[in-house]
């Protein structure tokens, strides 16, 4: 089972902030740093000091950082066109040495495009549809030959498909790609996604006696299209909250505004040993890589007691 650290900057964390949490994710042991793609807070928070950009941010990490992966979790497909979020991912797989992930999704949170003068359309699953065409088809187009698109939402025509990531496709690995984290809970268009585009595919916060199904609609929907269904990565994303005393435990969830019996419930959260059964029984559902939730970014010390005490009894 892999380990990744999972952060929300909208909620308030400067370029620097990143940086300290990736390099103990790095430090730690951990299998990589992820981050979401959002330019707005949510809930109560005032998001101080204001929103960082997502590839920038990983931009500037693959400079700072040796062997983690890093990705989104995940980018919106309204956030920017297929041509440019293509370009930018390559050249922060190249910056990286390849070890880049993009993590693509329709975008749901409609404040944000209002703040900041972003279209959003009420429809959105088609866009996501070809953007995923689109940018994977200009990284898998050989050197030298050219890539075309006329879709209902974007057309590119004679596009050199420049520059190549360094790393090869998953699903093909005679051509240049990054692998692509397709995510999301519903129970047909989704899954059709990953098995057509994905080395992933992600739940995000899922009930935990929903994940098998979740799964089974993927496997089921790479049968459809001839694929094999253990092809793909099968991964959650959860809070989390682990404490070596019911004392500290409070005291991590009462830093994130929330309820240490809700945590329980939907998260991987409690002493160290109910993170330990909760981790188990996720591999047992066919979990086999977990994001890790990290609310509160300045407490290192939490990803250190779980680098410590909990990931080495996952074996």
Request: charged residues 25%.
């Amino acid at each position: 089972m892999d380990f990744r650290i999972f952060t929300e900057p909208q909620q308030g964390a400067s370029y620097d902030d990143l940086l300290a949490v990736a390099r103990a994710t790095e430090d730690l042991g951990f299998d990589a740093f992820f981050r979401s793609d959002h330019y707005l807070a949510m809930g109560d928070g005032d998001g101080l000091p204001g929103p960082t950009d997502a590839w920038t941010t990983l931009a500037g990490l693959a400079r700072e950082t040796s062997r983690i992966r890093l990705g989104t979790l995940v980018s919106s497909a309204t956030f920017r066109h297929p041509g440019v979020l293509a370009i930018q991912v390559a050249q922060v797989d190249q910056m990286s040495g390849g070890r880049v992930e993009l993590g693509l999704g329709a975008g749901w949170f409609a404040a944000e495009h209002e703040a900041y003068g972003i279209p959003f359309p009420a429809k959105r699953f088609g866009m996501l549809t070809e953007q995923l065409e689109v940018v994977t088809g200009l990284w898998g187009t050989p050197v030298g030959e050219r890539f075309e698109h006329r879709g209902e939402h974007y057309t590119l025509v004679d596009s050199p498909a420049l520059p190549k990531p360094a790393q090869r496709s998953a699903t093909d690995p005679t051509r240049a790609g990054v692998p692509v984290v397709v995510g999301g809970n519903g129970p047909r268009r989704t899954p059709a996604l990953a098995a057509r585009f994905a080395a992933e595919y992600n739940s995000s916060f899922p009930e935990i006696a929903d994940i098998p199904q979740r799964f089974a609609a993927v496997r089921a929907a790479c049968e459809e299209v001839g694929r094999p269904a253990d092809d793909l990565v099968y991964s959650v994303a959860l809070v989390l909250a682990v404490g070596q005393d019911e004392a500290q435990l409070a005291r991590r969830a009462a830093a994130i505004g929330r309820e240490p019996a809700e945590l329980r419930e939907h998260g991987v959260a409690g002493t160290v040993s109910e993170a330990v059964d909760r981790l188990g029984a996720l591999r047992e559902m066919g979990v086999q890589r977990v994001y890790l939730q990290v609310l509160d970014l300045h407490d290192l010390d939490h990803l250190d007691l779980v680098a410590r005490e909990v990931v080495p009894q996952l074996g």
